[in-house]
């Protein structure tokens, strides 16, 4: 992929999380519980990134998937979830080598 065209599909995924927050917020949902959604954003710019080596492919699962915890653990009351912080570590720390696992069958890095 071409070093420009790169560079606006990853800037088209920062603003576009950036951009998902304000709809939240003007939207009347309280942006409290769903700032990790930048995060996630970042972590698909990190996939835009490259395909071809494993660290932005596991970067970016990385990111996606903590996001995705973050964002449960902030709705933990909703959710029913007793205790958030634990659920959280768990998930923060089971999460690093499925992503792993997951970045090394996407990748086409051959290391």
Excluded: Y
């Excluded at 768990?90 to 090394?104: R, Y």
């Amino acid at each position: 992929m071409a070093r420009s065209s790169r560079g606006l599909i990853i800037f088209s995924f920062l603003f576009g999380g950036a951009g998902l927050l304000f709809l939240l917020w003007g939207l009347g949902i309280s942006i409290g519980k769903w700032w990790p959604v930048f995060f996630a954003a970042v972590g698909l710019a990190s996939f835009a990134r490259g395909f071809g080596e494993i660290a932005h492919v596991v970067f970016g699962l990385l990111l996606i998937g903590w996001s995705a915890a973050g964002i449960v653990c902030l709705h933990a009351g909703e959710l029913s979830i007793p205790h958030a912080l634990p659920f959280f570590f768990g998930a923060f720390i089971l999460w690093i080598p499925i992503s792993w696992l997951i970045g090394k069958a996407l990748s086409t890095d051959t290391k």
